[in-house]
């Protein structure tokens, strides 16, 4: 089992910042592209971001978009999200996870899953 610890969240006024961490098992970066989701309450979880174990490439929901950057610390197994300029909309539970490779974690298709970090914006 792969293990994910996000870390991170709290409560924030819009627009303001606040970054995520994710905490993943060594070699993980390696054998799996890994990224964020997002589970708000009363809707469906989504993806929000995810990067590439292969050439590092990323991906971005059309709404965190220049808003949200996903990087990785690999020396370090920590992976991040930087998120600016925050709305109440971006109010909810962030998980991190992983998947084979960025194209099918961005379609939703995770391997693993980490406990998520709640995250609160206040208008």
């Known amino acids: 089992e792969v293990q994910l610890q996000a870390s991170g969240g709290g409560f924030v006024q819009a627009g303001g910042s606040r970054r995520l961490s994710c905490a993943a098992a060594?070699?993980?970066?390696?054998?799996?592209?890994i990224g964020w989701f997002r589970q708000a309450p009363g809707k469906e979880r989504e993806g929000v971001s995810c990067i590439s174990n292969s050439d590092g490439t990323t991906v971005y929901q059309d709404s965190v978009k220049g808003r949200f950057t996903i990087s990785r610390a690999s020396a370090e197994n920590t992976m991040y999200l930087q998120m600016n300029s925050l709305k109440p909309e971006d109010t909810a539970v962030y998980y991190c996870?992983?998947?084979?490779?960025?194209?099918?974690?961005?379609?939703?298709?995770?391997?693993?899953w980490g406990k998520g970090t709640q995250v609160t914006v206040s208008s």
């Open positions: 060594p070699g993980i970066f390696d054998d799996y592209a």
């Open positions: 996870a992983v998947g084979a490779n960025r194209q099918s974690l961005s379609r939703g298709s995770v391997e693993f």
